[in-house]
């Protein structure tokens, strides 16, 4: 009888253990495959959720938490991804078409014009500086065409051109003078009502997640104390499995072994 009583507690143990063997290994297999699995771009590893319980914090073993990160992890890959255009694809630029379908080199016309552009930015070239200085320069017609009167004509019509921007250019600096203190007052103004709105957005949200999380504890408090019987209930259910299991196992040694005594 000793024996037995012996052999049960034995078996009772060594179920226990490998049980939790069992669920250590879960948790560790999860958890590195939580690992092997990168995050989304938007998500960085130093910002994970906090979803850890409030019940259980201090009963949770460094499996139990290991699994449970990487479960959050597993959750925060499905979240969007930040490139709202990633699923759209890149339009097709006719006049780049055109362009390349020209003369290699050719920059006639905009469709030329802007393909070019469009290979400079994308080569990182610096634009090249304007040449202000030719580009409203007032000069008198050649010495050979000094007796056409075409030729000046034409210069002076480039004079016109370079009276008007001149004064075009005096007329914003007036403006500036006059108004800019005032739009520039109304341009802050506007911005500090801006930050002033995104501020309090910010300050909303966050006082929402702290109500979340209050709730949360809330509730797993509340929950706490049934969570603790079903475990005890688990553990008295367990061990009644592991006694039947071991009666059955002794129970069938015994008919094996009356068996061979028949026999």
Known sequence: MSSSTSSIVVLRSTSGALAEERANQEAEAAAAAARARPLAPSVPASDL??????TEAEELSPNVRAMARGLIEAEMRA???????????????????????????????????????????????????????????????????????????????VAERVLGHQRVRILNLELAQAHGADAWRWYISNLEAEVARRTEEVGAARDG??????????EQMAAGPKLHALRSEWWVLADKTAQIETGCALLEHASKRIRGDVE
Do not use: C, H, I
Not at 107 to 127: I, M, Q, T, Y
């Open 79 to 157: 979240f969007p991804s930040p490139d709202y255009f990633a699923n759209f694809p890149a339009p097709t630029l006719s006049f780049a078409a055109a362009a390349s379908s020209s003369s290699e080199g050719s920059d006639s016309g905009s469709g030329g014009f802007l393909a070019s552009e469009l290979v400079r930015v994308a080569a990182s070239k610096p634009l090249p500086p304007l040449d202000v200085a030719e580009r409203y320069r007032v000069a008198p017609p050649p010495r050979q065409l000094q007796g056409d009167a075409n030729a000046w004509r034409q210069a002076t019509r």
């Open 209 to 218: 997640v702290d109500d979340v999380n209050k709730k949360r504890k809330v």
């Open 49 to 54: 959720l906090d979803a850890m319980p409030y």
